[in-house]
């Protein structure tokens, strides 16, 4: 009795299920990477409990370190006198009706740093400003 072999086939690879399988865990990877703004500046912010607000132009930040010297946008100011702050800010701020100021104030700032900072935000009229806060660690947590 002779049994007959069958013929060898190549096998036949085919890349369209690979390829889908690499468009997926380029798909989660982008989704699931968080994307965190980080200064070049520390500061440790105070904190707080109320929800995050999302502005639809590019804010100015204005930051303060513990020793009260100002940053904008990174940039140190020359000194902590409210009219080299109004000089500074008016440089970056086209049109003050229609910014956002984030004031990004260390918590060891001095209250008056932060005070003259509101006050050269209101002298060149800016209606939007904002503080800076980072969320507490606590704040989800549940208590039995």
Same mark, same amino acid.
């Given at each position: 009795?002779?049994?007959?072999?069958?013929?060898?086939?190549?096998?036949?690879?085919?890349?369209?299920?690979?390829?889908?399988?690499?468009?997926?865990?380029?798909?989660?990877?982008?989704?699931?990477?968080?994307?965190?703004?980080?200064?070049?500046?520390?500061?440790?912010?105070?904190?707080?409990?109320?929800?995050?607000?999302?502005?639809?132009?590019?804010?100015?930040?204005?930051?303060?370190d513990?020793?009260?010297?100002?940053? @904008?946008?990174?940039?140190?100011?020359?000194?902590?006198?409210i009219?080299?702050? @109004?000089?500074?800010?008016?440089?970056?701020?086209?049109d003050?009706?229609?910014?956002?100021? @984030?004031?990004?104030?260390?918590?060891?700032?001095?209250?008056?740093?932060?005070?003259?900072?509101?006050?050269?935000?209101?002298?060149?009229?800016?209606?939007?400003?904002?503080l800076?806060?980072?969320?507490?660690?606590?704040?989800?947590?549940?208590?039995?």
């Amino acid at each position: 009795m002779k049994l007959r072999q069958k013929q060898r086939q190549d096998p036949d690879i085919s890349l369209t299920p690979l390829i889908d399988v690499v468009f997926l865990l380029l798909i989660f990877f982008m989704v699931s990477t968080s994307f965190n703004r980080e200064s070049a500046i520390s500061v440790d912010l105070p904190e707080a409990s109320s929800e995050v607000v999302e502005t639809e132009q590019s804010p100015v930040d204005l930051t303060i370190d513990s020793q009260g010297r100002f940053y @904008i946008n990174s940039k140190q100011v020359i000194n902590t006198k409210i009219n080299t702050l @109004i000089k500074a800010l008016k440089l970056v701020i086209k049109d003050p009706d229609q910014t956002t100021l @984030i004031i990004s104030a260390d918590g060891q700032t001095p209250h008056q740093a932060v005070v003259t900072a509101m006050d050269a935000a209101r002298s060149m009229g800016i209606n939007s400003l904002s503080l800076a806060t980072k969320q507490s660690a606590n704040q989800f947590q549940r208590v039995e």
